[in-house]
């Protein structure tokens, strides 16, 4: 059985985790078909959008680091290494995507699973979700990007707050606190992820990669290398067809026909 699910259909792929059993926990087949999926994705010019998704009650309770199938075979663990070598390189992929990157999640986001959520471009949230940085109940820091999403969503107190209680922030909470785009009815979750997605898939592409890689730069960048990032974008951009299609549809008042182009 496949780890992850790989569905396309109008410029937008949904990716499944799919090991419900355990509210799909990672373990290092689920890295690397979620890995693969992404690479499928990123690779695809008709794919211009993508869904993250949980199968069952769950959306990723985090790594499977006990299981039989796990991380974990038995004996010490050298997390150093497993981040290093499976989880690091996933959340820098799902950063790095030039095409804009949904979570739908529909149930639990623990662990190095809120992490796999924050890393999306946009959370949206069944109402009955909840996001939990279980981490200090087992003697460990939060990864995976967390002690990096935290403080810049919500802010240095109530970042520690979450990492240091690893309290369950229920969805509407996160939404408020900002931690999250928007928390919606359960049987809405992916009607909401899905109106969303075919409306990027139709935006020009090109363009909504390199917002991402302005915004991610702007964490670090001073002013000045911000400016001289947005000139190199904005001359990247200005050579694209879509730019073209943009202002021969503002001059002609009508909507743009966008092609990722």
Known sequence: MTTVLYAAEAGVATLTLNRPESLNSVN????????????????DSDVRCL???GAGRGFCSGADIVGPAGVSTGGPLDLAEILD???NPLIRAMRDLPKPMIAAV????AGAGASIALACDFVIAAKSASFIQAF???GLVPDAGSTWFLPRHVGRARAAALALLGDKLPAEQAESWGLIWKAVDDDKLMDEATKLARHLATQPTKALGLIKE???SAETNTLDQQLDLERDLQGELSRTED???GVAAFREKRPAKFTGR
């Open 85 to 87: 070598t499976t989880w």
């Open 51 to 53: 869904i993250l998704t």
């Open 214 to 216: 302005a915004l991610q």
């Open 136 to 138: 200090c109940k087992i």
């Open 243 to 245: 730019f073209k299609e």
């Open 106 to 109: 529909n149930g639990i986001a």
């Open 28 to 43: 290092r087949q689920l890295h690397s078909d979620l890995r693969h999926a992404l690479d499928r994705a990123a690779g």
